[in-house]
């Protein structure tokens, strides 16, 4: 059957009218998807009983809960879920990060990934398929609900105050379902967010152009290395769409007010944090305004031979980098890791939980 999470508003009106009922019905499911967030046709109590059987007979709402969670030394929660793909059944985690301002929640957008990165544990899973729009959302409604009504102490602020869409899988590379699922999280018929609560990463490919015009969401650049041959050899994707190309476009669009764009930099010794590349980094990003996040390379237990070949950069050297940078014009800072301890942090979705 089909399932209604994800559907806008044109096409929750085509739903209501399929099964019976008055146009108007469609802004009603709207609202109890998007607004109140029911989890079942029973509790739209302005549908009639006969509409919401003949919902029941052809659609589902789309509401999954997680089947496991784990919970980190530092507050950070990682929740596992169950998503059709074709024809197997896979898992994909999300990260739920509370802190005392505000409530960060980390979505995935596929199975596993495509993109190769040699760092990066989640590519070793290979991919195994693009979420729908409606488990996208799933993942947002589902901990929401659980992050409101856990106490204070663990939820931080409350509820979920931001998305970032830097989970498992390329979000470019499964635009059509992201794009959707950010016009139900800001649209005023659906959530009503403001883009501007909302980030989506990538690697840096073609489909970015599409992002850029049809999105107001921020965007984050995995970036990780400013030389092209060097980036080559960890991230695949740079021989087909180069930083410098990614660089380029994004120059062709206004950061200078509220939408933002930043690049995300894991700092290696010697291999990516040196001045040469320091000085490489302000060359490249000359006349962007954009912010850049160094973060600590996370090997994790079962991925010892990365951690070989990716020393991690020591935090003085991060230091230098991040004040070299900044005194030359180019924010930086360093991102506090959260969640190492459960594989929650960057890099670390391997769907752990299923062990």
Known sequence: METLLGKTLVELQEVALSVGLQKFAGKQLAEW??????????????????????????????RHAPVKEAVSADGTRKYLFEVENHQSLNFIESVYIPEEDRAT?????????????????????????????????????????????LSPSERG??????????????????LDNVLRALEIMTAPFACGWSPKRITVSTVGIPAMKRFLDESECHIAVSMHNPFAVERA?????????????????????????????????????????????????????????????????????????????????????????RDYLTEHGLTTTIRRSRGEDILAACGMLVNSLTR
């Open 33 to 62: 998807l998007y607004v109140r967030r029911v989890t079942s046709f029973d509790q739209m109590t302005n549908i009639s009983l006969k509409g919401r059987e003949a919902l029941k007979a052809h659609y589902t709402i789309g």
């Open 105 to 149: 929640l980390c979505v995935s957008t596929q199975a596993g990934c495509k993109m190769g990165c040699k760092f990066c544990m989640t590519g070793t899973l290979g991919f195994h398929g693009n979420l729908s729009a409606a488990e996208i959302l799933n993942q947002v409604f589902e901990i929401d609900a659980i992050a409101s009504s």
């Open 157 to 174: 602020m409350g509820g979920v105050s931001n998305l970032v869409f830097m989970g498992e899988g390329e979000p470019m590379d499964n």
């Open 233 to 321: 050899q960890i991230m695949p994707a740079e021989k087909m769409f180069s930083i410098t190309e990614v660089v380029n476009l994004l120059k062709q669009y206004d950061f200078s007010h509220q939408r933002r764009v930043s690049f995300e930099y894991i700092c290696w010794a010697g291999q990516n944090d040196t001045m040469r590349h320091a000085k490489e980094l302000l060359r490249l990003l000359k006349w962007l305004p954009c912010r850049i996040n160094l973060i600590r390379f996370h090997a994790g237990v079962e991925d010892i031979k990365n951690e070989r070949r990716f020393p991690a950069s020591d935090e003085k050297q991060m230091e230098f980098l």
